[in-house]
């Protein structure tokens, strides 16, 4: 099992449409949660970030965490073209280390 | 303020050759990760710096990579000799405390022929 897991994609949804991105992760030990945004070519750029369970919300953006289903999501409402990259899920191990997922490609069409 | 920095950003050598990757953090910023991103897989880390200590060496793939951070202040990856499955995007990274944002480098390509 792969210490932090995502579905590589494409997921594509129309422009307007929330786009929901998942993560599970294996160490219970984890203690803080990252999405980052990578466009191609680009470096990844952290765009939400949580720490307890339950959702956080920034504009656009809601990061949702459940510690005891090792669940970390992020939803991305009203799409945009311009929202088009590959999302990353970093978790800051029980073992001190950020552990990345291979990352969801998600595509918006306009 | 400047952001990470890397340097170069692409870099084409024929296996066997040498190959030094470089990484300037943000000021002030103690914890310095460098990551690899092989085509289509995950980003992999590789070690980690607080100052000039490596905290962390477990990701380093074997002895071929030599990292260091004189002065705690930049860092160099040196991959000596170059093999072809060493073609990827380094990435260097750093924080400011233990658990916070990592700021991400451009990345630099390496490419092995």
């Known amino acids: 099992q792969k210490e932090v897991e995502q579905n590589s994609g494409p997921l594509s949804v129309p422009e307007g449409a929330i786009a929901s991105l998942n993560c599970t992760y294996s160490d219970r030990g984890s203690q803080s949660f990252f999405w980052y945004r990578q466009y191609s070519g680009k470096s990844p750029e952290l765009i939400m970030s949580?720490?307890?369970?339950g959702d956080k919300e920034d504009g656009r953006f809601t990061a949702q965490l459940n510690k005891a289903s090792q669940y970390v999501s992020l939803l991305i409402r009203d799409s945009q073209p311009s929202d088009s990259a590959t999302y990353l899920c970093?978790?800051?191990?029980?073992?001190?280390?950020?552990?990345f997922g291979t990352g969801t490609r998600l595509k918006v069409l306009a | 303020e400047a952001g990470v920095t890397q340097f170069p950003s692409h870099s084409v050598i024929e296996k066997g050759q040498t190959v030094t990757l470089r990484c300037d953090p943000i000021s002030g910023h103690d914890n310095l990760y460098w990551y690899r991103r092989v085509m289509g897989k995950e980003i992999k880390f590789l070690l980690h710096f607080v100052k000039e200590s490596k905290q962390d060496e477990s990701g380093m793939p074997n002895n071929r990579f030599l990292a260091e951070r004189t002065g705690g202040t930049y860092s160099t990856l040196k991959v000596q000799p170059a093999e072809l499955e060493d073609s990827g995007v380094y990435f260097c990274?750093?924080?400011?405390?233990?658990?916070?944002?990592?700021?991400f480098g451009e990345g630099s390509r390496l490419t092995v022929l």
């Open positions: 970093a978790v800051f191990s029980g073992t001190y280390k950020y552990i």
């Open positions: 949580i720490y307890s369970n």
């Open positions: 990274a750093s924080s400011q405390g233990d658990s916070g944002e990592l700021f």
